[in-house]
């Protein structure tokens, strides 16, 4: 069983940034790859970004590539999510997840955990 808390989010300004946190518990965080989803209001849940168990590989969706950045901290059972040059249409429900496998794909339906959301929503 692995919990997953995402403390953060917020209101900022186009062209501003924020970075995302999401604590796990339980001591097989390793064992999982992790990543960031987001749902905007009427819209479904789409991938934002993947870093594999040992952090060696990273993945982002076109939306966001060039402006965001995923790390973790297998020591601290953390992920991180940092968003730079953020955008109106990066407004959304951010979602940290979990996948006991290698690596994480872009389909949601495939995580095995979720954590509950955090609010981003940009001004222009």
């Known amino acids: 069983q692995v919990q997953l808390v995402e403390p953060g989010g917020g209101l900022v300004q186009a062209g501003s940034s924020l970075r995302l946190t999401c604590a796990a518990s339980?001591?097989?965080?390793?064992?999982?790859?992790m990543g960031w989803f987001r749902q905007a209001p009427g819209k479904e849940r789409e991938f934002v970004a993947a870093?594999?168990?040992?952090?060696?590989?990273?993945y982002f969706a076109d939306s966001v590539k060039g402006r965001f950045t995923i790390s973790r901290d297998n020591a601290k059972n953390t992920v991180y999510l940092q968003m730079n040059s953020l955008k109106p249409e990066d407004t959304a429900v951010y979602y940290c997840?979990?996948?006991?496998?290698?690596?994480?794909?872009?389909?949601?339906?495939?995580?095995?955990?979720w954590g509950q959301g955090t609010q981003v929503t940009v001004s222009s």
């Open positions: 997840a979990a996948r006991r496998a290698q690596a994480m794909g872009v389909d949601p339906r495939l995580n095995d955990y």
């Open positions: 339980g001591r097989t965080f390793s064992s999982y790859a």
């Open positions: 870093i594999s168990r040992s952090g060696g590989s990273t």
